[in-house]
């Protein structure tokens, strides 16, 4: 399994922007398709945004489309999250994870701890 960590989380106004990495450990990390999911409390784990292993398709849920963006710099072992115009409703313990770059999370065999995104109005 690849072995995954999150950074980039905290505290932002709601109209702010945050960029969240995730940071893989194996160097093969271009081989995989990779994703990012949220979940807020008392609510289930959701679908953010998902990209192959060349970074040429992307998948984004439809409330974050226009105002978040997946990449990946794969000579780098890193993917990102760049979240902009941050709503309240954003708030959540964000994860990332490898093996696919759709939403159905069961697609998906490794997963990092999370990092928390906090947006104030």
């Known amino acids: 399994q690849v072995q995954l960590v999150e950074s980039g989380g905290g505290l932002a106004q709601a109209g702010g922007s945050l960029r969240l990495s995730c940071a893989a450990s194996?160097?093969?990390?271009?081989?995989?398709?990779m994703g990012w999911f949220r979940q807020a409390p008392g609510k289930e784990r959701e679908f953010v945004a998902g990209?192959?292993?060349?970074?040429?398709?992307?998948d984004y849920a439809d409330s974050v489309k226009g105002r978040f963006a997946i990449s990946r710099d794969n000579t780098k072992n890193t993917g990102y999250l760049q979240m902009n115009n941050l709503k309240p409703e954003d708030t959540a313990v964000y994860y990332c994870?490898?093996?696919?770059?759709?939403?159905?999370?069961?697609?998906?065999?490794?997963w990092g701890r999370g990092t928390q995104v906090t947006v104030s109005s």
């Open positions: 994870a490898t093996g696919s770059y759709r939403s159905d999370p069961r697609l998906y065999t490794s």
């Open positions: 194996t160097r093969t990390f271009s081989d995989y398709a």
């Open positions: 990209i192959v292993f060349n970074g040429r398709t992307t």
